[in-house]
């Protein structure tokens, strides 16, 4: 049996002007992970007061997710990775709080503690398979912090440290800045957590990468198969794994979209990390305006929807069903966005 | 479609020696309601280090649940209704905090801000209908502690007031005594808070039935069909509805071994309460011992189960399906349970 896991969480590093895209403004990214915990569960918002789209009208990546869950059948649970505000989808608990802006000193005080009951509930889980996803708004600036603090900054191709985006326009330049800070506050140079993934986590990173590598630890170590189901956060996660000393077999499942980025080079930190990539497109045309968005290099991945998709094509469900399914939670989102209002 | 929620959670009531059955002594009866969420989820215990059984060795019915909605698809949610000891299970949260033993002045808190924010939580789930189920060990006694205080204690059939147990002997005098002390020790006389349910629950029952009633009016102002599955205890819930002025079609459905039990008369309480009950027979026999403990009388309700065996015989599941996958989980959870001790 197959469940995909979703882990949703905040950092305060995505209030930084210009680090990301997931959600409309600062505020409402904040509720970005429990709507897309809700979107996952539901289908549609049911108390977070948002609709997650970027600021060009991208919708969250969750609806792909939730379009093939649904199809599919996939059992699916969320864990709390530290969520702002509150989500009414049914999440596990695990002990991570929301991570302070990695610039601060300890932002991610949490994240140990979070990682081993995340470890535990990954023993724990039944299942022969799990698929474990992210949605945390700024996570591929956190990620950066991670793999450089580790000392793989260079791992997805480019030697000055490289991660993918949210945002047509990738803001690297100032994510290597944040990051710079995010390790100066917390006297690290590039590579002396190498030992450590817990330190980088804790110092440079966020809880959903803790909470994601803790599930994917426990699971390991009880045999059952770990499918990371995302893009370069992902990466990050197999590096926490990789030098934790966990050998063996590790996938890696995204989209197309991200692939395709041009900052990143996935086949590189799939040799060096041991990651069987599986890469999967859901053949996006420009007539419908969620679809024109993500060919236009919006929002990649996210949310599990490159793990989503390879497990529609393993299901032999047809790329048009999903397009379908699509459309389908799409139109139910804007339906709802119409309802949708702050509640007090 | 259709969804079944669980709202889970403790009262400090259920300490009381010799109140409840669920589970084999206080201590681990304080994780039945994490067992069961857990249960409902994946089919065993994954956190709680228990497998929810009477000191006689009847298994939760939770199991049964489990093996219905299993093998219907039927989606689940738990919501935290209150819950004493962490869950694997994913929960909504909707600020219940365990209650007290209802001798104390004022056990459940919680429940006004509860029941406001479930019945927000109710308004907003997608679905067509609800089916609403309860897990909370002593909760017959804070129910007849609800039904006091609204002076509906006579519902079920027993001028002196009656509720069923999970236990063969009722000990209802005891039951009756306990709820004596909880309205003295917050000044209420039976019937005072005829016109504040709320009130009601939070002096004299539990986070449960704060949590269970909230869900269901929510669901009934937005026109989403509600069968409170459970016994006595979802006879208070829908009391306390009624009492809010809510009107309209109440469904109930429970076990035959509910309402076998000569505690009560389900008829009095659905004519009184105008509620349409659906009574299902699984036909349990005495050859296997989870069945043969069921037909002695024990447990009786709880978790859903006759919820979901309504549920299994409007889709024409056999009850010969259902009793298979009856023993296919409890032969799981025997299981499991060589594996299970308390964690650090």
Redesign the interface.
Known sequence: MTRLVLCAGSTRTAAIDGISAAGADADLMAHTPSADAEIL????P??APVVPVSPTGCPTPAVITRAVVDRL?IDT???DGGLAE????????VGARVGDDIRERDPVSSAPGAFAAAR??GR???DDELFIAETVPGGTTTALGVLTALGEAGILGRDDGAVSSSLPENPLDLKRRVVGEALEASSLSPGDAADEPLVALRRAGDPVLAVVAGIAAGALETDTAVTLAGGTQLVAAAACLRHRGYEGPLGLATTSFLDADPAVDLDRAAAELGLSVTVTDPGFTDDHPAMAAYERGEAKEGAGMGGALALADRANLPMADVRAGLQEVYDDLLADADEQAP?P
């Open positions: 569960t539901y289908g549609a049911v108390r059948g649970t969320i864990v509150p989500t009414g989808a049914p999440t596990v608990t535990q509930f724990k889980l039944p509640e």
